[in-house]
């Protein structure tokens, strides 16, 4: 038997101890580095353009991958309905703002010339009638005439008056035109249809969508010829301003961050850009058993997002994975 295969055993075995420790020795050299770096990934808030009304796509303005600018015409939906009712308003509006200004004129000059003669006429056959009732007192006063006709003389003469005091009426009131409670009402009707008819052009305006911001045509929803449904999105917009960094940092990284702190994000092997952190997590992202200790609080990783600037967005893709470092970290 061969004594030494024990001591032959032991160094294999001590040698396998040393590399153990070798090994763990380089993992926790390289530790600290997984304070400073986390992994995270590129996403995007889109922005979905959709129009209030329905109807068939009849123009997509745009294709995916392009770059629009603010106010940039998307697509156009049917809209000869919404024409067809701003039209119809848009009539009814003018009808109703004659009848208002019809109401402020009064009566025709012909039927005023008309009320003015007969104002004349009964202003003459007043004159008269006094001039007759006066002569008929004077001559009662030299007993010429009798009471009774002294009588009947003053009778013409108080209704010629009251006849000419109603022709005067009447020509005033037909100068001031329509009584004020139906002018109002006209005024009502021209306030109503003005409101009808911007709610017709609104709905007008709708069938045609505009880029409300600047960005990339992330995709189209639907081809021309398809009917959109009242509300569903036909564009989708990704501004630069929308594209953000998610990571996700252990619990013993958190008290390192803040908002507001600069950090600095490795896209594969382009050069690293910055970007500024706006929100962290309250709510850890995975929680360990029941019990905390010192070592289950390292699993508890907490969500990160930062933005970088507009300029540096352009690099960045939805889903990218990323790698963040801390500003200052090797």
């Given amino acids: 038997m061969d004594t030494r295969l024990p001591s032959l055993q032991f160094l294999a075995e001590a040698r396998h101890i040393i590399g153990c420790i070798l090994l763990l020795l380089t993992l926790a050299a390289c530790q600290p580095a997984g304070s400073d770096h986390f992994q995270g990934y590129v996403e995007g808030e889109y922005v ?39 039209a119809a308003v848009q009539q009814q509006l003018e009808q109703a703002e004659k009848q208002l200004a019809d109401l402020g004129k009064g009566v025709r000059a012909t039927e005023l010339a008309a009320l003015t003669a007969s104002r004349d006429q009964a202003r003459s056959s007043r004159d008269l009638a006094r001039t007759e ?15 009774e ?9 108080e209704r010629a008056e009251a006849l000419l005091a109603q022709r005067e009426a009447e020509l005033a009131t037909a100068r001031l035109g329509a009584r004020s409670d139906q002018q109002q009402a006209a005024a009502a009707a021209v306030g109503a249809a003005r409101a009808r008819l911007e709610q017709a052009r609104w709905a007008l305006e709708q069938k045609r969508q505009a880029a409300p911001a600047a960005g990339l045509v992330f995709d189209t929803l639907f081809e021309p010829g398809e009917y959109v449904p009242a509300g569903r999105p036909v564009v989708s917009l990704l501004p630069p301003a929308n594209i953000k960094i998610r990571f996700f940092v252990p619990e013993p990284a958190l008290g390192r961050l803040r908002i507001g702190q600069t950090v600095n994000v490795q896209v594969d092997d382009a050069a690293p850009l910055s970007a500024t952190i706006d929100y962290l997590s309250p709510r850890a992202e995975y929680t360990p058993p029941v019990i905390y200790s010192r070592e289950t609080r390292a699993k508890l990783v907490f969500l990160a997002e930062a933005r970088p600037a507009a300029a ?19």
């Fill in 312 to 330: 540096d967005a352009a690099r960045l893709h939805p889903g990218q994975p990323v790698e963040v470092r801390l500003a200052g970290a090797p």
């Fill in 133 to 147: 009732a006066e002569r008929r007192r004077e001559l009662r006063q030299g007993g010429l005439v009798t009471a």
């Fill in 48 to 86: 979905l353009v959709a129009s209030p009304r329905g109807g068939r796509l009849e123009e997509l303005l745009v294709a995916r991958g392009s770059e629009v600018r603010v106010g940039q015409p998307l697509f156009a939906l049917e809209a000869r309905e919404e024409a067809a009712a701003v």
């Fill in 149 to 157: 006709e002294d009588d009947r003389a003053r009778a013409a003469f």
